[in-house]
């Protein structure tokens, strides 16, 4: 038999016609649509759910809504496990499967209870006070491991997320957070003036705490009103009802971040839609309707399974239809908490007594005369001392509160209000100022810089009519911000202070042995404020980090204020003096997932492809990542390796002739009066005497002097220049561009286009390739009518006709080699043309690999191994290029005296001995057996296998390199577990004399 | 997010945006101490309060422009295009 607990009628939120089944902690229950898990929970009888944070102690269900400090569970099972979801929001659905967190082996007998037995060992600070001797990062670091695992409270899924988010842009005129009936009346308000606006609601329903409520608003009972209101506001075609959606976070110029859950009810609607939608909305105004939160006051044992918060209990009566047990204690400092004793009392429990803190002549609501006429015993001027029980409430200790009378009242649910905080999270994000009103013992927003109003509730508002009138006027203030219309009246609401009145009691005097919790998911308690306060914790940021109050993932919505207020009754000053810690976003968790939404796996960042990608696909090559490209590894044949294949690659070249797609260098286009100069600022070698025809190598620096990046740049025309950058640097050298010609040189007549995607481009590269070339191009190509860094234009012959093309002869193998540009769209047509004329001369294709062995063989160094953003030119071998008779970008700091140490690291080549082969990324020592640490020389920054020298080859960056030429030293790897003695030389292992790419 | 509002394009998202640093700062001349290129190179100022900064409209115009902002509240008091005068509203013609 299910559901038990459920009373014989009632229950707004249920539907009883369909019974729905889920798990828990392993056992089948029953509850109905419209539950929350731990609706259904408490029908089923089950109070007990969680174990607490540090002492293991068993924990209940405590409120019905977001606040929730307790029953957080481990959601679903695998891939799609969540951890710490509260059970108060989380929609129960068909096949539902939630564990409890935080103990084993089970939540009702669990080892780390422990923890409980120890607690006066544990104290605020434990671990600060406790694992710091001896004081070495060492043994730290050994503690560190075991107070980690013990550490956190469920587990998060190992395995990706196979769910989808989305991310949903919005603008509108008045953004109001908060489905209440003041986030309704302030739309309403909004929307008859045709202004755009969108409404979101955390809970599924709109209307709030008075769906419930037995008010009458505009004449209308509650619900009819909420009814009225909301069809009126869906019939306008710019107002969005945005229900299950969370807003979470205030940011800069208005934009709030709100999470939509989607199909987190578990209705799969055919995987089309995400499990949950990212809501950015840019809002011209926010109208804050986001209520007020209920918190507790402490006692003894205040945290045994059965102890809910006052208005959850209404919440559960009325709303799930719940009977929480069978004889009730209600314990109130307000008269809030009257509602709840008379619905506990109508559910059929019987209501033991009504334990009031005020005194007698203070309780004067009409609550308070219903709960008499209705037979309830009021004991006021009365606390809860302590309440006992093993793993649910049994009985409560109440007296007077000066300190006589004592009675014990057996009781198996205890209904708590100590008052409301209103939800200012977001006022305050948004730089909100508060002000702390003794009247209702909280913190209510003053005024924002940001174009935020509050309204209701959260302002102090306990009349529903009267939080309306809040709401309209709120409404007005927030048009007049968004420019909609000018009718902004006053936000002070006429008529009688309708603020709850709460008695500022916050914390019961604590009896020997029984613990009075402030933050029951953090398990803090009075003590812990009152050792803060001792060891000098007293401001509030120091009090929060010191105690953990707060700092869990409720953010202490329940507890703060209580916590707060502690430490301003130690210090002797006001609750307005101590303030509060700062409110930062999110309100609540938000699923890692949400945050990037689709841009997450491919979609981080965009795929670029070159012209030829679909032909290298074809080949069946594996791709690398070259920032956003797509590069082909290297074609390897049936049966062969890819390093072998590269290797093959590399040595057809410097044989015969190979190609290569070089489409991802940068290419920038320059024309303009000035260009010429322009690059003299720019390089640290000439460009103004380049004539026309011809490309040059340049090298640029950073402002201080370090090498940012290298090209060769072709003159096309007198004042028309192709610049050519690495793959890597290629948008920041266009943004550097950019910059120096509209801020730093405006006078310069240069216009930049960067056209790296509009054109293709291949290498032609190897002994043979002016042969190949000659069948391809309708030009002279021989040495002497198109010599080493010529630039032309040409026409290629390919199968479909004649295609222009520009041609550089340049090389970056070392061999005789060109480069033929086309547009794009001809990119293929070109690349297949330039393979059929090679092929009676043995072409081959290559990929990175190869080009990155000929490259190392030649000794030409690139961005990120050599030019790592510490060499200069003259660390790379390249002194000679810096002009001395022009000024250049970073020229005037290359003078320093670092810059020019004779230790400086220097490019050097490495030879492998006897065969070995030099590990990635080693290290250069003198001795490889001496103590660690050995001190370092220098260091690998590119390697490989020499088909050419017959040994493992290396460029690195070594200390007094050059000097060290003929040397031998020992490349060492820890990580390879490797010692390899290597002989220093120069950094060109083929052709130094560069006869090859002149022939 | 911040507004970041673009003389040529509008108020537009940050995301579009790259932050360039102090607009005050202009590199020395070619044949200035080697103090003034240390200043040039390292030394910022770090104001509370507002700050003329360049910012690069890289995903909508591709303009270098300088933005007037509060270092304290976000808040963007003028906004010109490189070489403009500060002293409009940027909420006059932008938005």
């Not at chain 1, 209870?113 to 710091?132: D, I, M, R």
């Not at chain 1, 203030?477 to 709460?502: E, F, K, M, Q």
């Not at chain 2, 070619?30 to 900064?53: F, H, Q």
Request: proline share 6%; glycine share 10%; with cysteine.
């Amino acid at each position: 038999m299910t559901q038990t607990w459920r009373l014989a009628e009632g229950g707004s939120a249920i539907d009883r016609t369909h019974p729905l089944g889920f798990v828990y902690d392993g056992r089948r229950y029953e509850g109905y649509a419209g539950d929350t898990l731990a609706s259904a929970l408490l029908a089923n009888g089950v109070h007990l759910v969680a174990r607490s944070f540090k002492y293991h102690r068993p924990r209940g269900i405590v409120t019905a809504g977001v606040e929730e400090p307790s029953a957080l569970v481990q959601l679903g099972v695998g891939a799609r496990s969540e951890p710490n979801t509260r059970a108060t929001t989380l929609e129960l659905h068909d096949g539902l499967v939630a564990a409890s967190q935080n103990c084993w082996p089970s939540v009702r007998f669990d080892a780390g209870a422990l923890a409980n037995a120890l607690s006066p060992l544990l104290p605020a600070g434990f671990y600060y006070k406790t694992f710091k001797w001896p004081p070495t990062p060492k043994a730290w670091l050994r503690y560190e491991h075991y107070i980690r695992s013990a550490a956190g409270m469920g587990r998060a899924a190992l395995a990706p997320d196979p769910d989808r988010y989305e991310h949903q842009y919005a603008h509108c005129d008045v953004l109001v957070i908060g489905g209440g009936v003041a986030g309704l009346a302030a739309a309403r308000r909004a929307a008859q003036t045709g202004a755009r606006v969108i409404v979101c609601q955390q809970s599924p329903r709109f209307g709030g705490a008075a769906i419930e409520g037995d008010a009458t608003i505009e004449a209308r009972p509650a619900p009819q009103w909420i009814a009225e209101t909301i069809a009126t506001l869906a019939s306008h075609p710019d107002v969005r009802l945005l229900p299950r959606t969370t807003a979470y976070g205030y940011y800069d110029d208005d934009l709030v971040g709100a999470v939509e859950r989607v199909t987190e009810d578990g209705a799969t609607t055919d995987g089309m839609l995400p499990r949950q939608r990212m809501w950015m909305v840019r809002a011209k105004a926010v109208v804050l309707a986001s209520g007020a939160i209920e918190r507790a006051i402490a006692y003894g044992n205040n945290d045994l399974p059965g102890t809910l918060l006052a208005r959850a209990v209404f919440t559960y009566v009325r709303r799930y239809g719940v009977r929480l047990g069978t004889r009730a204690v209600v314990f109130t400092n307000n008269d809030s908490a009257y509602e709840a004793a008379l619905a506990l009392h109508e559910s059929g429990l019987e209501v033991k007594a009504i334990v009031d803190a005020r005194r007698d002549g203070e309780v004067t609501c009409a609550g308070a005369a219903l709960a008499r006429s209705a037979g309830l015993r009021i004991r006021a001027a009365s606390v809860i001392a302590c309440a006992h029980g093993r793993q649910r409430v049994a009985r409560v200790d109440v007296v007077t509160r000066n300190g006589g009378d004592v009675s014990t009242l057996d009781c198996d649910l205890v209904a708590v209000s100590g008052g409301y905080s209103p939800a200012v999270h977001l006022f305050s994000q948004a730089r909100g100022t508060l002000h702390y009103d003794p009247t209702s013992a909280s913190f209510l927003p003053d005024a924002s810089p940001m174009a935020i109003v509050a309204a209701g509730a959260v302002n102090g508002h306990g009349n529903v009519e009267r939080a309306i009138a809040n709401a309209v006027a709120a409404a007005d203030a927030a048009l007049a911000r968004a420019g909609i219309a000018n009718r902004s009246s006053s936000s002070a609401v006429p008529g009688d202070d309708d603020r709850l009145r709460v008695d500022s009691l916050w914390a019961v005097p604590p009896v020997r042995g029984a613990k009075c919790f402030v933050d029951l998911q953090n398990d803090v308690t009075v003590a812990d404020v009152a050792v803060a306060n001792r060891e000098g914790y007293q401001a509030v940021e120091h009090l929060k980090r010191y105690t953990t109050l707060g700092m869990g993932t409720d953010q202490g919505k329940t507890s703060n204020v209580i916590g707060l207020a502690l430490m301003s009754e130690r210090l002797g000053v006001s609750l307005a003096q101590v303030g509060t810690t700062t409110f930062r976003p999110p309100y609540t968790p938000v699923t890692l997932g949400a945050l990037p939404g689709a841009a997450s796996g491919a979609h981080v960042e965009p795929t670029r492809y070159s012209a030829m990608h679909a032909w290298h696909a074809e080949q069946g090559t594996r791709f690398v990542n070259a920032g956003l490209w797509k590069r082909p590894h290297s074609y390897p044949r049936p049966g062969e390796s890819e390093d072998d294949a590269a290797a093959r690659e590399a040595r057809n070249v410097r044989a015969n002739v190979g190609v290569v797609d070089v489409s991802t260098l940068g290419k920038i286009e320059l024309q303009g009066r000035d260009v010429a100069e322009f690059l003299n600022r720019l390089y640290i070698n000439r460009f103004d005497n380049l004539t026309v025809g011809r490309c040059r190598y340049g090298v640029m620096l950073r402002e201080d002097g370090i090498v940012r990046d290298d090209g060769t740049t072709s003159r096309l025309d007198d004042t028309h220049y192709l610049m050519t950058t690495t793959t890597a640097n290629a948008v920041a050298i266009m943004q550097t561009i950019e910059r120096l010609l509209q801020i730093d040189w405006p006078e310069l007549a240069v216009y930049a286009t960067s056209v790296t995607e509009q054109w293709a481009a291949a290498a032609l590269s190897g002994p043979k390739s002016r042969e190949v070339l000659a069948q391809l191009v309708d030009i002279d190509v021989t040495n002497d009518a198109f010599p080493f860094l010529a630039v032309t234009i040409c026409n290629l012959r390919t199968s479909t006709g004649s295609l222009p093309a520009r041609l550089f002869r340049m090389s970056y193998s070392g061999e005789l080699a060109y480069e033929i540009h086309v547009p794009s769209s001809r990119g293929r047509a070109m690349w297949e043309a330039v393979l059929d004329a090679g092929a009676p001369f043995g072409i081959m294709p290559y990929g990175t690999e190869a080009m990155n062995t000929l490259r190392v063989e030649k000794g030409h160094v690139v961005i990120g191994a050599e030019i790592d953003g510490r060499t200069t030119a003259g660390d790379l071998g390249m002194e000679r290029l810096v002009n001395p008779n022009k000024w250049c970008i970073g020229k005037p700091l290359l003078a320093r005296p670092a810059l020019n140490a004779p230790d400086r690291w220097q490019l050097v080549g490495l030879t492998a001995m006897r065969g070995a082969h030099i590990p990635r990324g080693a290290k250069l020592v003198a001795d490889p057996d001496h103590a660690l640490p050995n001190p370092m020389l220098g260091h690998v920054t590119s390697f490989c296998d020499s088909p050419h020298a017959g040994a493992s080859i290396a460029l690195a960056l070594l200390s007094s390199g050059r000097a060290r030429r003929g040397e031998t030293l020992w490349a060492v790897s820890p990580l390879a577990d490797a010692k390899i003695e290597v002989t220093i030389g120069p950094s060109v292992f083929v052709d130094p004399e560069g006869t090859r790419l002149r022939g | 997010m911040m507004l970041i509002p673009c003389p040529w394009c509008g108020s537009r998202n940050q995301i579009e945006f790259t932050y360039g640093g102090d607009a005050g700062v202009r590199r020395p001349a070619p044949d200035a101490p080697e103090s003034a290129w240390i200043d040039y190179v390292y030394v910022r100022d770090n104001p509370c309060g507002p700050l003329d900064e360049l910012w690069y409209h890289g995903a909508g115009c591709r303009s270098w422009f300088t933005v007037r902002r509060d270092t304290r509240t976000h808040a963007i008091l003028a906004s010109a295009p490189a070489g403009g005068s500060l002293t409009d509203d940027p909420s006059a013609d932008v938005r």
